[in-house]
Every structure is written in C-alpha cells, then in structure tokens.
C-alpha cells in the first residue's frame, strides 16, 4: 500500500475525536495519509548533555544559551508583593548555577523542593548578572539524595524531540503522538513509491524507513538521512510532471545535461551572423533594416533559436504521424537588454505565416506603451496592429474583436482583457507574456487557450513566449519551468554606461537633490518615486502606513520648495489613462524635466534623456521592485544615477537589499539575492497557485538533489 493510498479519516485513530479533527483541518491533515506527510519543521536534540557552565559561555558568546543537564535544587526564594509575589528557585548541575522563574507557579515550592534532584531542560539568557530562564522542562528524578550519584547518570527521556507547526488549541507533542499512533498502525504495510532501482542507485530509505526516521529519528543525523530520501521522493515526482509537460508540447522526451539538469536543445547556442541572416523572413529582414543600430548578438541567436522553433511548429502541424511540436520559452534578460524588440521579432516570424500574435502586459500603462511601439516599428510592414484593454468602449471594443476573429488584426497587445470572454482569434499562433511574474499560471494557460480554440487553427498548439526582465535563478527554471526552453540575453546594447547607486539616510536627502539638480543643469531628467499615493491616515493613526511618504505630498514640497524652477509632472495609478498618457509624453519630449510617481513607473516608461533617479523609502519596496525602477534611467548614452534613501532603523532585510543593489547591477546576481529573500513562489508568480508548494522539499536548499531528481526523472522516460 502506497502512502496516498491511506485515505481513513484521521479521527479514525484512537484519542482523535470530531473537535481534535477540526484542528487538524486547520492544518490541512484530513487524512492518516496527510497526518503521516505532515515532517516536523524542525528538531529539539536532548540526546547530548549540555552543562550550566556550558550555557553560560554560550549566552555570553551570544546572548542565550540551551541547558540539558541534571541538576539539584539549592534554595527558595521570592520577590515581589502581593498578587505579584514571584518563586525563584536556584538549581546547581556542579559547573554552576541558575534561577528558574516560576511566574505563575507558586505550586513549585512544593514540587521542587530543597535538595531534590531534576532533570532540567532550557534556554537561558543572564539577568542582573545570574544565568535565569523563566521557561524550563522538569523532570524529577529524586526527592533527595547525593547530587554526586546522579550527576554522570544518563538524562532521563533524551532522544530527539521532533517539532511540528502548530495551530491553537493542538500542540507539537499532541501532533506527535497522534503521528506516532499513525505510524504502529500503518508503517508496516507502507510500500516504496520510489522505483527500488533509484533507490539502491541514489542510496536512499524505504518509504517506510524514511517515514519513521523523520518522525521518530533516535539523532539528527537519522531525521537528515530521512529528509533527503522524502525530499528527493517529491522532487522526482514534480520532475516526472515537468517531463510530460515538455513531451506534451515538443512531441518527445528532452534529454537533459547530466551536469545541470538543463534540457539541451539548441537553445542559447551562439549562431553566426549568417546563420542568423538566413533564418530571417521577409518581414523580419524588413525590421531589421529599419533599425539604426544592430542586435546584440544574445539578440540575434535568440531570434534565430525562436525562428527554428517556430517553424517546427508550423511543419509538424502538417505532418499527420508527428505529435505537433510548439516553442514554449522563457526568455530572461536585465532591464534594458532589449526583450521586447526580441519578441517583435517572433510576433512577424507567425505573421509571415499568416497567423495571429498576441503580447500580453501586466499593466496599461505597459501595454500602451508595447503597441505605441509596434505600430511605431511594424505598420510600415504592413502589419495591422490593436490596442486592447478593459477600459476601451463597447463600439470600440466590438469593432476590434470583429476584426480579430476576422484576421483583420495581425498583432493585437493588451492586458487580461486578451483573455476575456467574447474574444476570439481567426489564427493565434502565438501569445506573449511580457513580466510573466505578474501573471498566475491559470491566467497564462488562458491566453493559450484562446490559440487552441482559434478557428482556423485547430491542428496546431499555439507558441508560448514568456518575459522576465528579472531574471530566474537557476535553481528555479529547473523547477516552475522545468519544461521550458530558457533562453537570456546577457548582452546590454553598445554605448550604455552602468547606472551608478548610491545609498541615503533619511534626513541626508539634500545631497540627492542637489545631485539631481547638476543633471537638471546639464539638460537632462529625473524621476521621484514614492511607496505610496496620497497620506490619508487620521491624526491618531501612528502605523507605518503614516510615516509613509506620499507622491502628491512630495510632488507639491518638490515642485515649490526644492526645484521651483523646473516643470514637475505627477502620475500615479489613481491618474486616468488618457492622463497618465498625456503626463508620460509631455515628460517623454522634455516638457516636463521632473516626473513624480509611485511604482506605475516600474515597467513601460523609456525615456533615454532621463539620468536620475530618486527612490526614496527604498526599504518599502522589494528588491526585484528597486532593480526594475532603477532600470528606468540608464537607457540612454549618458551617466545615469540612482539614489536610493532609506530609514535609518533599517531591518535586516532591507540592509540586504540596499546592499545588493548597490553593490551591483546585474540583474542576474540580484534575482539570486530576491530568491534568498522572498523565496520561490513570490519570484515565479506561483505563491497563490500551489504549482511550487512542496511538503519537505526546498529548491533553493536542495538544488543537487533537485538536478539528479531530474535527471532521473527525465531519464526514465527513455526506457
């Protein structure tokens, strides 16, 4: 019997009645099989004796320390008045002494009496200079007697204690014993899920080994041994998942690099230029003569890569005895890399075809800003491009889908409205999803659903394109996007010049302005950017929210007080459309030297003459967030700045993210740091949708494991 065969109820054990299984509903443990896959987060190790003299040299290293010890209690004190009258009792192990506080605990007096002998288990920290704790585990072993008898004598109940996440009213010892239930009556008949032949060649448990190891372990290293037979386990079965998502659409089984774990296609080969140059269509070479500089050469291998991929799709859709191959890619690269000239690439390659493309943005603002530049670049080629968002009106938006389940429209950019219903496609064969990581895994297979039901496009799979200007760490393509090709530029265009950051304390804002200023001087332009909108908290509201500077407060002190003689623009996501439009263009053609804004400005805003940008309560904002703003200067020839003013009580994490950010610009380096951070599923977009949601596993942690997981599981495919 398999382990998820084990479908009893868990109040079919014994002392789990109908109010102990509510409980455990709230930690999602349903069944003995949940209760039996619900691993201890962590361990309590009372198999090593740890003295008082012990714990106090680690408290003094670093200001708290763990006793297990056997110790005899010297005396009895208490201080305090009345209903605060307090026990205090000093117990000796032989290497020295400490105070336990019995808040609460008159009752002790008599339980722990002068001269009786304990077991005593706890974290200590030092108060007016004595050892204390306040919060111990006792166990008596005594009433009386020698100290010198029992002071070497094994501690009783030492073992490796596991510890489970709790929830209120059912504690870590409670869900213990009712996994410990679980296992006597169920562990025996539990079979391997693993193939026997992984498991002799990887050195791993049984299931049912590793199933009483991680719960019962007698050391940690038995609970580690555990841990990586059931987190490999996990991970070869979510690979295994990934294996047939990419057979699905290539049509076969990938290999993968036996070092890496990388499908090795011929993604991210370096191409020559006339490899590069033959691999263009007629509308694509026209592109490329249009444009005033040439491609990186990242650029042109991706576009060739995508080019290869794209026509296979096309053949095999003809070919009856083929499963029909579709690209499906993730192209990552640094802000201002030159994704989106990359993606107009593969939009004419399906239109040379006759088909449909569609980019989809996370925002309007973004989308408007793709399809100013589509039609800007590609109407001279003949390509019919539409703009199409939640906000057009009803004439507007029923001419536009008329004309796109017609074929009247060849390049259609927007938002979710892409996906919505009453859309439909006459041939879309391919969608592009531009900040994938803004987008959950239901709303891409949307946009692909759409292709799948096109009316003229039923025998073939449509292409997927995915964008991320914050690149993915390895550790990640190797998981959420274990299926798919990932292709990065690396390359930044000639002529840019890395963005130099500085870091401010609040109070020392001057000195960005001033800063700001000389640019101004020179000509050139500047961003301000705020966490927030409006501060519209009451006089008596002293949360964070109010120490929060607003974008309308600072545009009004900026505008005034600080750089009066310069235009200031103000734009934020309660602005309208067409305002924000008109805002955004007037700052594009230097009508407006200063644009103040919340973070509307992240992605979708090129403005090549802008050099400055001031980020100010950058500790209110993610990491991926700052790299994404701070790409909004930089993407012009000049020197460009971003000044990045933080709070002066600073936690942890944000001295980490300043630190990141100033100590580099790659954004590649930094998608590492964000992935320590904020962790997988917040980077990938999958925290809501349970696609990255592991019981033991952790792919940051366990990437070895994760890559021969891999390599397995693709692997099996093959026999």
Known sequence: MKTSEITNSINTLPKIGPAKAALFAKLNVFTVADLLQYYPRDYEDRTKRITLYECLQAVKATGQGKAHTIAQVLKHDWFGYGNMKTLKITVTDGTATADIIAYNRPWLQNSMKIGSIFAVTGVFNIKYGVLQSSQVDTEKIAESGKFEEYANKPIPNSKVFPIYRQTEGLTSKQISSAVETALKQYARGIENDLPESLIKKNNMLSKQDALMKIHLPSSISEAVEARRTLAFEELYFFQRAMAERAIEHKGFIPKVNETTGEIETTAQRKFTNEEFASSLSPRQKQLLERLPFDPTEDQKSVITQMNIDIDLNYKTANEKDKKNFSMRTLLQGDVGSGKTLVSFFAALRVIDYGSQCALMAPTELLARQHAENAAKQLEAMNVKVAYLTGNLNAKGRNTLLSALKEGEVDFVIGTHALFSKGVIYKDLSLAIIDEQHRFGVLQRSAILEKGRTSTDSYTRE???????????????????????????????????????????????ESNAYEAVRSELRAGHQAYFVYPAIENNMDEGDFSNKKQMKSAEEMYEFLSKQVYPEYKVGLVHGKVSEDEQTQILEDFRQNKTQILVATTVVEVGVDVPNATCIVIEQADRFGLAGLHQLRGRVGRGEAQSYCFLVYRQDLTEDGKARMKALHDTTDGFKIAEEDLKLRGPGEITGTAQSGELTFKIADPVRDEPLMIQARIDAFSSFEK
């Open 462 to 508: 449509p292409n997927l394109l995915m964008m991320s200007a914050t690149p993915i760490p390895q550790t990640l393509a190797l998981t959420v996007f274990g299926d798919l090709d990932v292709l990065s530029i690396h390359t930044m265009p000639n002529g840019r010049k890395q963005i130099k950051t500085f870091l401010v304390k609040a109070g020392h």
